[in-house]
């Protein structure tokens, strides 16, 4: 008669079974080993209104009720408890993100952001100046930034380019800034004692202006950066609690990097409505913070309102005009912004602006906002006709034969008709001309290769069409000497540029104007008829030297 074997599965369990003290602190060990394994690695922040942080921490409950099972060998109460708590968080936060839904709260998303409402384009708009109208997008921005690298021999195999190319505004002018960053991890444990040796500096309204700034300390804390020098890990470890958002790369006037980071906090129900609070400040070199609320914000900051917020916030405001139903049925009323937004450099701060179009419109807009993305002050401005897409196709279009691409347009006023001014770029990304287009009339298009002989074209454009009556009082003609002249060929065209006695204007004179530029010389009397202009150098739009008679 053989002797009856026990069952080593019945018995591997029923030793399981013996210790259920042990298995249940195993658990936990192994619990909060991972807990901690993730925290260093996820970063999350400590905050109760954190959707991220408590799905983390039901997930570490659903964990620990799953290796409570794993190692007792049964069905707990502790595992019963932890699977209750992951559950009830989660139901947490599915009710409190429907309390805080739109359906629920559309008139406090719309009222989120304080819009100023102006129908008075021509007397109201004034903010940017055609002579400081940038010139370089972003992605002739990062063309230019890209061989600046090339120059320095070895750069380009040890970092590579932060691609966000923040605007700021820097001493008096407007520039675009981006940081060099480490390629990979082995990149940067070769250089992680130096650190970063320096960032792009772009001038938005001078291509020639482009440099690779060199600093004497190197920047050590950075997103490309590593363990305790990467940027978030390094913030978050000082800063627990703080639910954090956009981090720009800008400088200040003496030109030293820093990091500043958006704190977003819920305005609206217990997840919703998230809005800028305060930055926090990161010496890029040194690693030093500073936490600043949205009423001491050092003066040199530009980017404390994240983009994406400010225009979320944009379009509630002319989303909920009639409440949440309006949005499914009817449509009242009911705005939103267009495809694509600007940056533009109004009284040394940055703002951004977008068209707004109504729901179902094609290829329109009824206006445009305008958001400071320091203070978040807002203003709309009413004025109907071409959506930003379609200018840049009339542009396109009067270049069509030289194959120039659009830039994202600027609203400018010109002598109080909106206008979209765009540079036009070759094949290689380089500005070769500009162009003004009517908002209220895209066919009128005005380009040029200067900036003032791209307004000249465009009044003249503007007055053809009947557009611009009151144009006629901008034209004038003075009758004076020649003092000096010389020429020079613009793009394949040939310029005379000349200044005349008793005047203090650099006149241009396009060669196709006359003829008679070819044989003017220095003492003739000439005739020239311009739009009057701030600007120190203008176009002519008619010439005549009174020698000659052709």
């Known amino acids: 008669m053989t002797r009856k074997t026990a069952n080593p599965y019945y018995v591997n369990m029923k030793k399981q079974r013996t210790g259920p003290v042990k298995g249940l602190a195993t658990a936990l060990f ?35 009720a799953f290796l409570s099972i794993f190692f007792t060998g049964r069905f707990t109460k502790f595992a019963l408890g932890a699977l209750g708590a992951a559950g009830l968080i989660v139901a947490f936060v599915a009710v409190m993100s429907l309390l805080g839904s739109e359906i629920l709260n559309a008139r406090s998303f719309r009222n989120q952001i304080k819009i100023t409402e102006s129908g008075d384009f021509s007397n109201d708009f004034d903010l940017i100046q055609y002579n400081e109208v940038p010139l370089v997008d972003y992605e002739t921005a990062r063309q230019l930034g890209d061989k600046q690298m090339g120059k320095i021999q070895g750069l380009g195999s040890q970092y590579n380019i932060n691609i966000d190319y923040t605007l700021i505004s820097v001493d008096n002018g407007v520039y675009r800034v981006a940081p060099l960053e480490y390629q990979d991890i082995f990149k940067w444990l070769e250089n992680k004692s130096e650190g970063i040796p320096g960032y792009v500096k772009v001038n938005v309204r001078d291509v020639n202006d482009v440099s690779l700034v060199t600093l004497t300390e190197g920047i050590k804390y950075s997103p490309s950066a590593f363990f305790d020098q990467d940027l978030l890990r390094h913030v978050r470890f000082a800063y627990r609690t703080d639910i954090l958002n956009d981090f720009s790369f800008e400088i200040d006037d003496a030109g030293h990097p820093y990091y500043v980071i958006s704190i977003i906090e819920a305005e609206v129900g217990f997840f919703s409505g998230w809005d800028a609070q305060g930055v926090i400040v990161v010496d890029a070199v040194s690693g030093e913070m500073n936490k600043y609320g949205l009423d001491d914000i050092p003066s040199w900051v530009d980017r404390v309102q994240p983009v994406d917020l400010a225009w979320y916030q944009v379009d509630n405001w002319g989303y909920y005009v009639n409440g949440w139903f309006n949005t499914i049925f009817g449509r009242k009323d009911v705005i939103q912004t267009t495809d694509g937004f600007n940056y533009v450099s109004i009284n040394g701060q940055t703002h951004v602006f977008s068209g707004m179009t109504s729901v179902g419109a094609d290829q329109s807009i009824v206006g445009f906002s305008l958001i400071n993305l320091k203070t978040k002050e807002a203003s709309f401005y009413r004025v109907g006709g071409a959506d930003e897409s379609s200018a840049m196709s009339s542009a396109q279009g009067a270049v069509q034969h030289l194959g120039y691409i659009s830039t994202f347009p600027v609203l400018l006023n010109v002598e109080g008709e909106p206008s979209y001014f765009m540079s036009l770029k070759d094949q290689e990304g380089l500005v070769k001309m500009f162009a003004l287009v009517s908002v209220t009339d895209y066919s009128v298009v005005g380009v040029g290769t200067t900036l003032n002989e791209t307004r000249a074209n465009y009044i003249k454009k503007l007055i053809e069409a009947g557009i611009l009556e009151s144009a006629v009082e901008l034209e004038k003609t003075i009758t004076a000497q020649v003092t000096k002249i010389a020429s020079a060929i613009v793009d394949g065209d040939t310029q005379f540029y000349m200044t005349v006695q008793g005047d203090a204007h650099l006149f241009v004179v396009p060669l196709g104007l006359s003829p008679e530029t070819v044989l003017t010389q220095v003492g003739d009397l000439i005739t020239i008829t311009y739009y009057e202009s701030s600007a120190k150098t203008i176009v002519a739009i008619e010439f005549d030297n009174t020698l000659y008679d052709y």
Do not use: K, R
């Open 30 to 64: 192994v619990t909060l080993i991972f807990a901690a394994v993730m925290d260093y690695v996820t970063l999350p922040a400590y905050n109760i209104h954190s959707i991220e942080t408590l799905f983390l921490f039901a997930f570490y409950f659903g964990f620990f």
